[in-house]
């Protein structure tokens, strides 16, 4: 049974009062709550509430174990861009984890709300921020991984200060250890390592960060690190980003970490390098995240750098119809609004059951066929759904989604289960046109067809 939110005016400790619902995720409430103190004064707080929606004991354990993990990591961490623990309490059968108010929204929502690529020197700016971070908690002893680095993660303050949030999957690494106890992460932005092959480690961070600048910088999720297609070249996706920000972040994003930076710090400078030359003198003469936490003081905001233009953007010469933005001429969308500049727009599928799976593919070629393995003499590209078909109610080659000039268009193969539209099954080997916003069901399996 699923548990209530707190009502506001819910005072727990007798000195924390709810004053409204923040919003809420997988085990955990988030609330602003009032605190009055002894003197008189008050202080505003954020405090999460480890829920209990389910009645499977083990879950429930695992669930409080990294609940409680999360406490204990936070309260002995002290950086500008870490929020502030206060106070981690239990009160009729509920935990809580009182911390810093961060104002401001997160880098998904800032995403949502341009519904476009974010300008590559803001995207910059933000990821050297959480170079330092991850800097200072790899030089903890033992080192802290932060193991889910994603857009909802990062909190952006009204100044511009990044602030990362969430450490409930973070863990400290174990010298020796050969892999993780729990396989762990988002799945757009977890490295190949997190999916129990090895221990993650600092490089572990590194790829979350490269497959978050990705999605900020292009407004398409990377593809997770389990299947076997390998992301769209971010400059194909956004051809105003720079060359040196794309092999930054496709250095990020190797799938054998060995390729990868050795750790945040040189992936910092490299970031560095990619800004204009007159601001990285600034950023160099920042107090980098490693230094002591005794001796870290809050950044000023009227200390940041300011917020550079697009790195090495090519000279604008197509303005957008829709809000004439000037665009690069070779550009897709605009960089502003998001806008087509003609033909196909790009169409993708969504997985969106089984629940909790959030990862998209984009139909990058003229065919997609999907199905389950093998597919080593698949001739075109392919989704393979046999990660979530356990029992193999996929057939092997199931469907194929077509594009021409007309559109994208879905042809049941003579598939054993079926394919339907909308709740309609399709006629095999007959191709059915498709709208942004169907629902292909395939097997067990449902996906939403879009077009961006």
Not at 69 to 89: I, K
Not at 100 to 126: H, Y
């Amino acid at each position: 049974m699923a548990q209530e939110p707190l009502p506001a005016g819910t005072t727990l400790k007798g000195r924390f009062t709810v004053t409204r619902l923040i919003g809420g995720g997988g085990m955990a409430s988030v609330y602003q709550v009032q605190e009055r103190r002894a003197d008189g004064t008050t202080a505003v707080w954020a405090m999460k509430e480890l829920r209990s929606d389910t009645t499977d004991p083990k879950a429930q354990g695992e669930a409080y174990q990294l609940f409680e993990q999360e406490a204990h990591l936070l309260v002995r961490l002290r950086h500008p861009h870490l929020p502030r623990v206060v106070a981690f309490f239990n009160e009729d059968g509920r935990s809580y984890l009182v911390m810093e108010f961060i104002p401001g929204e997160s880098l998904k929502k800032r995403l949502e709300t341009a519904n476009a690529p974010i300008l590559e020197g803001q995207v910059l700016d933000w990821a050297i921020q959480i170079c330092e971070v991850l800097d200072y908690l790899h030089n903890q002893n033992p080192p802290i991984i932060f193991r889910d680095m994603k857009p909802s993660n990062v909190m952006l303050t009204p100044q511009g200060v990044i602030k990362l949030i969430d450490f409930g999957i973070a863990r400290t690494y174990k010298q020796g250890k050969l892999k993780d106890t729990l396989a762990m992460g988002s799945e757009n932005y977890a490295a190949p390592e997190q999916w129990g092959k090895a221990q993650s480690d600092a490089r572990t961070d590194i790829y979350g960060l490269g497959a978050t600048m990705y999605h900020l910088l292009t407004n398409v999720p990377p593809m997770p690190a389990f299947v076997p297609v390998e992301s769209t070249p971010i400059r194909q996706q956004n051809p105003a980003i720079s060359a040196a920000t794309a092999a930054v972040v496709a250095k990020a994003m190797a799938r054998d970490r060995d390729q990868r930076y050795r750790d945040v710090r040189e992936m910092r400078e490299a970031l560095i390098g990619c800004v204009p030359a007159p601001l990285q003198a600034q950023y160099r003469r920042r107090r980098t995240a490693a230094t002591p936490a005794s001796t870290i003081q809050p950044v000023a905001p009227a200390a940041k750098a300011a917020l550079p233009a697009v790195a090495a953007q090519p000279v604008a010469t197509k303005p957008c119809p829709r809000c004439q933005t000037p665009n690069p001429t070779d550009a897709r969308f605009c960089r502003r609004c998001g806008h087509s500049f003609g033909g196909i727009r790009p169409g993708f599928v969504r997985i969106t059951r089984p629940p909790g799976v959030n990862w998209e593919m984009p139909i990058r070629s003229r065919s997609l066929l999907i199905g389950r393995e093998p597919f080593s003499d698949a001739p075109v590209p392919y989704l393979d759904l046999d990660f979530y078909d356990p029992h193999g109610y996929v057939s092997r080659r199931h469907a194929v989604i077509l594009r021409d000039e007309r559109g994208y268009w879905i042809r049941d193969l003579g598939s054993e289960n079926g394919t339907l539209v909308n709740g309609v099954r399709l006629p095999p080997r007959q191709p059915h046109p498709l709208r942004h916003g169907d629902e292909l069901q395939i097997a067990q399996i449902v996906l939403r067809f879009s077009l961006r």
